[in-house]
T-cell receptor
Framework: QKEVEQNSGPLSVPEGAIASLNCTYS??????FFWYRQYSGKSPELIMF????GDKEDGRFTAQLNKASQYVSLLIRDSQPSDSATYLC????????????FGRGTSLIVHP | ETGVTQTPRHLVMGMTNKKSLKCEQH?????MYWYKQSAKKPLELMFV???????ENNSVPSRFSPECPNSSHLFLHLHTLQPEDSALYLC??????????????FGPGTRLTVL
């Protein structure tokens, strides 16, 4: 089992819809969870982080964490074509040095 | 200069060349990272430095040699590379490694092509 798993997609949604991106992780002791957005040919940029179970909202973005089920998701409301990118999930493993592990990323396409 | 910078942005080299990638962070962070990102593949962590000490080396071939002279600078020395080493090399930094909640900030990357 891979440490951090994401469906590679592409996930295609119409403009204005809600895009739902999911990520599962294997290390039950993981502490911190991050979502990065990466446009083609560019470097990843942080969108959100979440540490506690439940939802965390920031503008059109909502991160959801369920440690019991070991998944974290990112919801994008009112999707725009400019949201089209690859979304990377990263998880900080527990114990010693907290070195993040990245998932493969999910490609999102928002079409007009 | 702000954030994390990398030079050069693009590099083309032959298999017998020696070159170096440079990363500089202006954020006062204590941890720095090198990642490799190949087409259609996830980010591969190569090296991690915390307070100038290497704390992680993910079985990277010896033709890649990192150097961290201080907490603001990180180098990746390249020699005798192979065509399959062609990729986007990303540098990142974070406040530290001990807290577990530190966000990584990425540089723009160096697009490396090995002929």
């Amino acid at each position: 089992q891979k440490e951090v798993e994401q469906n590679s997609g592409p996930l295609s949604v119409p403009e204005g819809a809600i895009a739902s991106l999911n990520c599962t992780y294997s290390d039950r002791g993981s502490q911190s969870f991050f979502w990065y957005r990466q446009y083609s040919g560019k470097s990843p940029e942080l969108i959100m982080f979440i540490y506690s179970n439940g939802d965390k909202e920031d503008g059109r973005f909502t991160a959801q964490l369920n440690k019991a089920s070991q998944y974290v998701s990112l919801l994008i409301r009112d999707s725009q074509p400019s949201d089209s990118a690859t979304y990377l999930c990263a998880v900080n493993k527990a114990g010693g040095s907290y070195i993040p592990t990245f998932g493969r990323g999910t490609s999102l396409i928002v079409h007009p | 200069e702000t954030g994390v910078t990398q030079t050069p942005r693009h590099l083309v080299m032959g298999m017998t060349n020696k070159k170096s990638l440079k990363c500089e962070q202006h954020l006062g962070h204590n941890a720095m990272y090198w990642y490799k990102q190949s087409a259609k593949k996830p980010l591969e962590l190569m090296f991690v430095y915390s307070l100038e000490e290497r704390v992680e080396n993910n079985s990277v071939p010896s033709r890649f040699s990192p150097e961290c002279p201080n907490s603001s600078h990180l180098f990746l020395h390249l020699h005798t590379l192979q065509p399959e080493d062609s990729a986007l090399y990303l540098c990142a930094s974070s406040q530290g490694l001990a807290g577990g909640r530190d966000t990584q900030y990425f540089g723009p990357g160096t697009r490396l092509t090995v002929l």
